[in-house]
Nanobody
Framework: QVQLVESGGGLVQAGESLRLSCAAS????????MGWYRQAPEKQRELVAT???????NYADSVKGRFTISRDNANNTVYLQMNSLKAEDTATYFC??????????????WGHGIQVTVSS
C-alpha cells in the first residue's frame, strides 16, 4: 500500500506564510507527478500546483507569484510554500501523487487533507 501524509497546515493571518509538506511512503518504485489541490466548503476541489519528476511546475492563476511547489525525489516528498496568504486561500489542502509500484502498475493516490485557515 501507499500512504501520503500531509503536514504544516494551520491558522495564520492574511499576509503570512505557511509551508505544507507531503511524504509518500510504502511500496513505491518511483513517484511521477505530484501536486497539491484544495477544496473550500461547498466548492469543488481545484488544482493548486503540480510538479513533474523532472521539476516542471504548473500553478493555478490564483496562486501564481505567491505559492511555490518543490519536491525531494529521494524522499518522495512534495512541498508547497505559501506566501502572502489571503482569506480566499482558506481550504482543505490535499496532496496527490502519481506512483509507480515495484511491479510496474501505476496509480494516483491522495492524502487525507490538511486544513489551512487564513484570517483577514
Amino acid at each position: 500500500q501507499v500512504q501520503l501524509v500531509e503536514s504544516g497546515g494551520g491558522l495564520v493571518q492574511a499576509g503570512e506564510s505557511l509551508r505544507l509538506s507531503c511524504a509518500a511512503s510504502g511500496s513505491i518504485f518511483s513517484t511521477n507527478a505530484m501536486g497539491w489541490y484544495r477544496q473550500a466548503p461547498e466548492k469543488q476541489r481545484e488544482l493548486v500546483a503540480t510538479i513533474t519528476s523532472g521539476g516542471t511546475t504548473n500553478y493555478a492563476d490564483s496562486v501564481k507569484g505567491r505559492f511555490t511547489i518543490s519536491r525531494d525525489n529521494a524522499n518522495n516528498t512534495v512541498y508547497l510554500q505559501m506566501n502572502s496568504l489571503k482569506a480566499e486561500d482558506t481550504a482543505t489542502y490535499f496532496c496527490n501523487a502519481d506512483v509507480t509500484r515495484p511491479w510496474g502498475t501505476r496509480k494516483s493516490y491522495w492524502g487525507h487533507g490538511i486544513q489551512v485557515t487564513v484570517s483577514s
